[in-house]
C-alpha cells in the first residue's frame, strides 16, 4: 500500500515547522510543504512556493500534487497587529487551496486545520473555562468559524473527512519568531542588555491566571493522531500540554535562567517598545557570537502582547482528546527553560 503523502500549507511557521520535521522523521509518511517563501535553511522534504491568496497560482503550483493524501493546513493570512485576522483573505486561502488540490488528489482522505482559542471568544473577554468542543460559538464571527463552516459544507458526499486542532500559547523549540518561547527568550537577553530586571511585560491579572502553552511537536503528534484516526474524523479537538501554568511561578525561573533579577509586573506593549531595539539585538548578536538573524525575524511581538494582555483566565479541556486514545503530555514549565536551553545550545541567545 503506498504511503500517506501530506501536504502541509504554512510549513515554515510555529506549528507547520513542527509537524513537518516530526512526519518526515517518521518514513511511514511522505511530506511536501507548502509555504509564502521558500525557507533560507534546507528541510528534509520538499518545500513548495504558492501564494495561497492568488488562485491562478495556487492551481498552477499544485497541480502537480496528485498523490496528496492529507491537507494539514497551518497558514494564515498576512495582517498587522493593529487590526483583526482577516475573514475573507483567511477564507479564500484554505478555499484557493481546495480548489486547487481537489481535481487532482484522487487519494485525498482528509483535510486538517489548525484553530485556536479564539474559537471560544478568548479574545473578547473572560469566557467559560475550561473551554469544551461542544460549547456554542460566541456572537462575534471570525477566521476559524469562516474556515470550519467551508471545509464542513465542501467535505459532504465526498471521500474525504476533516478535522481540526484547537491549540494556544505554541511554544517551538526551533527558530520561528511566532513561538512564546522565542518572544521570552528575545525580551530577556535585550532588557539584561540595557541592563534592566526581568519585569513581566503584561498585565497583573494575566500574571496571575491561569494559562495553558503546547509544545509545537506534542501539537504536531496530535495532530498527527487527529488526522489518520477514524473515531476523530469530523470532529474538533483543544490540545495542549496538559498542565496549567501561572506566569507568577515561572518568572522567576526565567529570570535565573539569564542570570538576571525577577523584576516586578511593568504592562508594556511589546509591538510598540520592542520595535526600536534592532540595534540593540546586532549588539548582543556581535557580542556573544550569535548566529546572525536579523531582529525581524526573531520575535512575533503582537503575538506576545495577545499572550500576556487577557487578564483572566486561558483553559481548555483536553479530555475529549484524551478518550480518543492520545495521552501524551508534558511540563509546561521544563518544557520552557528546556527550549531556552535549546536556544541557548545553538547560539540562537546568549
Same mark, same amino acid.
Given at each position: 500500500?503506498?504511503?500517506?503523502?501530506?501536504?502541509?500549507?504554512?510549513?515554515?511557521?510555529?506549528?507547520?515547522?513542527?509537524?513537518?520535521?516530526?512526519?518526515?522523521?517518521?518514513?511511514?509518511?511522505?511530506?511536501?510543504?507548502?509555504?509564502?517563501?521558500?525557507?533560507?535553511?534546507?528541510?528534509?522534504?520538499?518545500?513548495?512556493?504558492?501564494?495561497?491568496?492568488?488562485?491562478?497560482?495556487?492551481?498552477?503550483?499544485?497541480?502537480?500534487?496528485?498523490?496528496?493524501?492529507?491537507?494539514?493546513?497551518?497558514?494564515?493570512?498576512? &495582517?498587522?497587529?493593529?487590526?483583526? $485576522? #482577516?475573514?475573507?483573505?483567511? %477564507? /479564500? @486561502?484554505?478555499?484557493?487551496?481546495?480548489? *486547487? !488540490?481537489?481535481?487532482?488528489?484522487?487519494?485525498?482522505?482528509?483535510?486538517?486545520?489548525?484553530?485556536?482559542?479564539?474559537?471560544?471568544?478568548?479574545?473578547?473577554?473572560?469566557?467559560?473555562?475550561?473551554?469544551?468542543?461542544?460549547?456554542?460559538?460566541?456572537?462575534?464571527?471570525?477566521?476559524?468559524?469562516?474556515?470550519?463552516?467551508?471545509?464542513?459544507?465542501?467535505?459532504?458526499?465526498?471521500?474525504?473527512?476533516?478535522?481540526?486542532?484547537?491549540? &494556544?500559547?505554541?511554544?517551538?523549540? $526551533? #527558530?520561528?519568531?511566532?513561538? %512564546? /518561547? @522565542?518572544?521570552?527568550?528575545?525580551?530577556? *537577553? !535585550?532588557?539584561?542588555?540595557?541592563?534592566?530586571?526581568?519585569?513581566?511585560?503584561?498585565?497583573?491579572?494575566?500574571?496571575?491566571?491561569?494559562?495553558?502553552?503546547?509544545?509545537?511537536?506534542?501539537?504536531?503528534?496530535?495532530?498527527?493522531?487527529?488526522?489518520?484516526?477514524?473515531?476523530?474524523?469530523?470532529?474538533?479537538?483543544?490540545?495542549?500540554?496538559?498542565?496549567?501554568?501561572?506566569?507568577?511561578?515561572?518568572?522567576?525561573?526565567?529570570?535565573?535562567?539569564?542570570?538576571?533579577?525577577?523584576? #516586578?509586573?511593568?504592562?508594556?506593549?511589546?509591538?510598540?517598545?520592542?520595535?526600536?531595539? *534592532?540595534?540593540?539585538?546586532?549588539?548582543?548578536?556581535?557580542?556573544?557570537?550569535?548566529?546572525?538573524?536579523?531582529?525581524?525575524?526573531?520575535?512575533?511581538?503582537?503575538?506576545?502582547?495577545?499572550?500576556?494582555?487577557?487578564?483572566?483566565?486561558?483553559?481548555?479541556?483536553?479530555?475529549?482528546?484524551?478518550?480518543?486514545?492520545?495521552?501524551?503530555?508534558?511540563?509546561?514549565?521544563?518544557?520552557?527553560?528546556?527550549?531556552?536551553?535549546?536556544?541557548?545550545?545553538?547560539?540562537?541567545?546568549?
Amino acid at each position: 500500500m503506498a504511503r500517506p503523502c501530506a501536504l502541509i500549507a504554512g510549513v515554515t511557521g510555529a506549528v507547520g515547522r513542527a509537524l513537518g520535521r516530526h512526519l518526515a522523521a517518521h518514513h511511514d509518511w511522505e511530506v511536501i510543504g507548502l509555504a509564502r517563501r521558500i525557507p533560507p535553511e534546507p528541510l528534509d522534504y520538499p518545500v513548495i512556493c504558492a501564494d495561497l491568496t492568488d488562485a491562478a497560482a495556487c492551481r498552477a503550483a499544485l497541480a502537480p500534487l496528485t498523490r496528496i493524501t492529507h491537507v494539514l493546513y497551518c497558514a494564515r493570512a498576512a &495582517h498587522t497587529a493593529a487590526v483583526k $485576522e #482577516p475573514i475573507a483573505a483567511n %477564507l /479564500a @486561502m484554505l478555499r484557493n487551496l481546495l480548489d *486547487a !488540490i481537489e481535481p487532482v488528489a484522487s487519494r485525498l482522505a482528509h483535510v486538517h486545520f489548525v484553530e485556536g482559542s479564539k474559537v471560544y471568544g478568548s479574545d473578547l473577554g473572560p469566557y467559560k473555562t475550561p473551554a469544551q468542543e461542544s460549547d456554542p460559538r460566541v456572537g462575534e464571527y471570525n477566521w476559524y468559524y469562516a474556515q470550519e463552516d467551508l471545509v464542513i459544507e465542501r467535505s459532504r458526499g465526498k471521500r474525504w473527512s476533516w478535522s481540526a486542532s484547537r491549540p &494556544h500559547g505554541v511554544c517551538e523549540r $526551533e #527558530p520561528v519568531p511566532r513561538s %512564546l /518561547a @522565542m518572544i521570552i527568550a528575545v525580551y530577556a *537577553a !535585550i532588557s539584561k542588555e540595557l541592563g534592566q530586571p526581568l519585569c513581566f511585560p503584561g498585565t497583573a491579572g494575566n500574571f496571575r491566571a491561569l494559562y495553558q502553552c503546547v509544545d509545537a511537536t506534542l501539537l504536531a503528534k496530535a495532530i498527527a493522531w487527529i488526522a489518520t484516526a477514524p473515531a476523530c474524523a469530523n470532529q474538533a479537538f483543544n490540545v495542549t500540554n496538559g498542565d496549567f501554568i501561572r506566569w507568577a511561578n515561572l518568572w522567576p525561573d526565567f529570570a535565573g535562567f539569564f542570570g538576571m533579577e525577577a523584576g #516586578p509586573v511593568k504592562t508594556v506593549r511589546l509591538a510598540e517598545v520592542m520595535a526600536d531595539q *534592532a540595534p540593540v539585538w546586532e549588539r548582543i548578536v556581535r557580542k556573544h557570537g550569535l548566529k546572525p538573524t536579523p531582529y525581524e525575524q526573531v520575535a512575533v511581538w503582537s503575538y506576545g502582547d495577545f499572550n500576556f494582555g487577557r487578564d483572566y483566565d486561558i483553559m481548555s479541556s483536553t479530555l475529549k482528546l484524551r478518550q480518543s486514545g492520545f495521552s501524551a503530555s508534558l511540563d509546561t514549565s521544563r518544557m520552557l527553560l528546556e527550549h531556552l536551553g535549546h536556544f541557548r545550545q545553538e547560539r540562537m541567545i546568549p
